[in-house]
């Protein structure tokens, strides 16, 4: 099998990219807006490999220009769309700044091992050429352009758009989205040619999700509740499902495999995963099959307390789907060879809002007999709960960050701010099913040289499950 890169970027099905090499550096934005510390959000890089002197350790800090930008998810030039073109390479990283919508280019290329930046696209290009602002997701197209989904607008409202850039020259082109139906919301997407469709989903309206989570602000529609589905070929925007009011989808994933027409969608706020999959109409439909239950607390913001699940896997064998549910503080796998009727096989506590001698007392759980007991590695109480979820290639270990979004942070977590995020490695039972906390890995962002900093999404420098699409 070729190596990742001989033949252009990525791999050429999704089973070989589980047989590509370990993963032995991972890069995360770790960002200081709402923390106190007026500092720029920087690009880690944290050694991965067990046999380095320096396992575990930052070692690489690229700070931005500037303050305050939210830097969030990040996303490649070019990844396993492109397989088989040897023009392109895998070399830059774009970093879509959520609050200030600035979008960084960062060279990876020169030295894998520290980044340096590259260009940085002003806030007002965006704001001129796509009337769009907050971007967030960043996927690598086919034709060696880079699509960014937004948030809102300019003005601070909702609008669910895309930004195309310039694989090569990295200038905004425009928008992705033609026609005068644009939905209200947008968040993350997904894309396959195969079937003609992309899917985007909905977070909030960006004014009132900027500082914090208002519940008076829920039944007003500030937030999200539809899968938007798209023409592929006519970039038309042909279709919403419901899936509730304010359940929030947030992360979306299509099956790994190009020709299979289904795949997942976390909802936050609802604390469901539905699937969603095409029709024998050819129109698009979602099923709920999965119900995280919510518990009945006292001490907390509301008086039922839901998982909220932020973050959603699939392997690259299309065997098991992995989320987090950030308040509640677990994290979990489930079997998906019946698509239908996931089956949970693993399941680990890693923090959360439930500890047992915490703030909150849970009254009523449909799931526990009590309330789990405060999550300790190399003696640091871990705060927060399980939110950004990698996996290496090969399926057998997951890495999980604990900060979800600065406002949200702040509120949910106050601990969080004073102490900084951290990154944990979870070891995967692929056979049986099966999740094991690695007690020798801890990444502290507690102990980062200007102060604690909330590190979020993680990325590999060969491409993972959530930055590559086959087609």
């Known amino acids: 099998m070729a190596e990742c890169g001989e033949c252009g970027p990525g791999y050429k099905t999704p089973l070989d990219a589980m047989k590509g090499p370990r993963e032995k550096i991972i890069y995360l934005p770790c960002i200081y807006r709402n923390t106190g510390i007026n500092k720029p959000d920087?690009?880690?890089?944290?050694?991965?490999?067990?046999?380095?002197?320096?396992?575990?350790?930052?070692?690489?800090?690229?700070?931005?220009?500037?303050?305050?930008?939210?830097?969030?998810?990040?996303?490649?030039?070019?990844?396993?769309?492109?397989?088989?073109?040897?023009?392109?390479?895998?070399?830059?990283?774009?970093?879509?700044?959520?609050?200030?919508?600035?979008?960084?280019?960062?060279?990876?290329?020169?030295?894998?091992?520290?980044?340096?930046?590259?260009?940085?696209?002003?806030?007002v290009e965006v704001y001129w050429k796509c009337n769009l602002a907050n971007p967030h997701t960043t996927h690598c197209l086919g034709n060696g352009e880079i699509m960014i989904s937004s948030l809102g607008e300019p003005s601070g409202n909702g609008k669910g758009g895309?930004?195309?850039?310039?694989?090569?020259?990295?200038?905004?082109?425009?928008?992705?989205?033609?026609?005068?139906?644009?939905?209200?919301?947008?968040?993350?997407?997904?894309?396959?040619?195969?079937?003609?469709?992309?899917?985007?989903?909905?977070?909030?309206?960006?004014?009132?999700?900027?500082?914090?989570?208002?519940p008076a602000d829920l039944t007003k529609g500030r937030y999200g509740r539809y899968i938007n589905v798209w023409d592929w070929t006519t970039h038309a925007f042909i279709q919403a499902i419901d899936l509730g009011e304010d359940s929030i989808p947030l992360e979306i994933r299509f099956l790994h495999n190009p020709d299979a027409a289904e795949g997942y969608v976390g909802c936050a706020l609802s604390s469901a995963i539905h699937r969603f999959y095409k029709t024998d109409?050819?129109?698009?439909?979602?099923?709920?099959?999965?119900?995280?239950?919510?518990?009945?607390?006292?001490?907390?913001?509301?008086?039922?307390?839901?998982?909220?699940?932020?973050?959603?896997?699939?392997?690259?064998?299309?065997?098991?789907?992995?989320?987090?549910?950030?308040?509640?503080?677990?994290?979990?796998?489930?079997?998906?060879?019946?698509?239908?009727?996931?089956?949970?096989?693993?399941q680990v506590f890693l923090g959360g809002s439930i500890i047992r001698g915490g703030p909150v007392t849970v009254l009523e759980d449909p799931e526990l007999q009590c309330q789990p007991e405060p999550f300790v590695i190399k003696g640091k109480m871990v705060a927060g709960g399980p939110q950004m979820i990698q996996l290496s290639l090969d399926g057998t270990r997951l890495y999980v960050t604990t900060s979800l979004y600065s406002g949200w942070d702040k509120q949910f977590y106050p601990d969080l701010i004073r102490e900084g995020s951290v990154m944990l490695q979870?070891?995967?039972?692929?056979?049986?099913?099966?999740?094991?906390?690695?007690?020798?890995?801890?990444?502290?962002?507690?102990k980062e040289p200007h102060g604690p900093v909330l590190a979020h999404e993680v990325r590999y420098p060969g491409g993972d499950c959530s930055s590559d699409i086959w087609v």
């Open 42 to 123: 920087y690009l880690a890089t944290v050694d991965v490999d067990p046999e380095s002197p320096c396992y575990s350790q930052v070692i690489h800090r690229l700070p931005m220009p500037n303050v305050n930008d939210e830097l969030h998810h990040s996303g490649w030039n070019t990844c396993s769309s492109s397989f088989g073109d040897v023009s392109k390479k895998r070399n830059r990283l774009i970093l879509p700044s959520l609050i200030s919508s600035r979008i960084y280019v960062v060279d990876v290329g020169t030295d894998m091992r520290a980044p340096r930046l590259y260009k940085a696209i002003e806030p």
């Open 162 to 214: 895309f930004i195309l850039l310039d694989g090569k020259t990295f200038e905004v082109k425009g928008n992705w989205e033609k026609g005068n139906k644009i939905p209200a919301l947008g968040y993350d997407f997904w894309y396959q040619p195969r079937h003609n469709v992309l899917l985007s989903t909905e977070w909030g309206v960006p004014k009132y999700i900027a500082d914090g989570f208002n």
């Open 281 to 346: 109409k050819g129109t698009w439909a979602a099923e709920k099959v999965i119900q995280v239950p919510n518990k009945k607390v006292e001490g907390w913001l509301l008086p039922e307390m839901p998982g909220l699940i932020t973050d959603i896997l699939i392997s690259l064998d299309d065997r098991f789907l992995y989320f987090s549910n950030w308040i509640h503080g677990d994290l979990r796998q489930y079997d998906i060879s019946n698509t239908r009727k996931p089956k949970l096989v693993g």
């Open 426 to 446: 979870i070891d995967v039972d692929t056979k049986k099913g099966g999740l094991t906390v690695n007690k020798d890995f801890l990444v502290d962002f507690g």
